[in-house]
């Protein structure tokens, strides 16, 4: 198991690896390994940096759950706000694994910020014969399964982005809470994230990967936050669970998460 600390001070930047254990034989897909992952936390860190400091936000209102022989699909009404409304919009996600792709463009914004096919000029997205011109979404997620989507006009001046997460990994102890959010769909990288801790501070930290015992010390911002990106794989095991335990002066947030090949799975 690896894992490396990530100061939210600045927009991304990695501050050391907190325990590593590695052969010489071993540097080179380590290295790789180690640059894939900062490269995923990396642009997660920037999408939801660009999210929560933006005036324009794409809201997702879950409407409905339904329990189906492919797992839970959650339907949702999508609102924009703080978007210009005569524009024409494409509507991408970013899933993981994956590049950033176009779901569907020629949206215009209704009155109420709702996203729609109006299929008044050639430029609208034209909705199927009889169907609602509102769009909405339905989707099935994993645990700790991030989902990402941005709105961007045409012009390229303005956009909203929003991460859904339908089934968290968190956990809340005393006013602290951790988060792992998955960087893969196995589970190979795991960004954990908490809030609430003591500021301009450093926290303990413990982590038990499939038996393997890890220790370290996470830097907290001066908003209380921190973060650390994970890859939690053990050598000679294909799959486990991790626990990750934090503890401050007042309180001992404490998530698991499973990890390994195959593991990913719809709620």
Known sequence: MRIMCRSLLLAVIFTGLAYAQT???????????????????????????????STAKLVF???????????TVIAYDIVATGLPADRHYTLMTWPLNRAIAPLRGGITLNAEGRLECAGKTPADCTPKPGADPVIDIALPFAKGEPKRFALISDDQKSKALATVVAFPI????????????????????????????????????????????ATGVWNVNAKGELASMILPQVRGKTAGDTTITVKAPTCAPK??????KGTYHVE
Do not use: Y
Not at 61 to 71: A, D, I, N, V, Y
Not at 170 to 194: E, I, Y
């Open 23 to 53: 052969t010489n034989s071993g540097e080179t897909d380590d290295q790789k390994s180690m640059d894939v992952a900062r490269k995923l936390v990396g642009q997660q860190h920037a999408w939801d940096e660009a999210s929560s400091t």
């Open 255 to 260: 998530i698991t998460f499973h990890w390994g």
């Open 170 to 213: 968190t956990a809340k102890d005393a006013g602290c809470s951790l988060d792992a959010l998955l960087g893969t769909p196995d589970a190979d990288v795991v960004l954990v994230t908490g809030s609430g801790f003591p500021p301009n501070t450093g926290v303990p930290m413990s982590s038990d990967s499939a038996g393997e015992v």
């Open 61 to 71: 209102k879950e409407k409905s759950r339904k329990k189906t022989e492919q797992g």
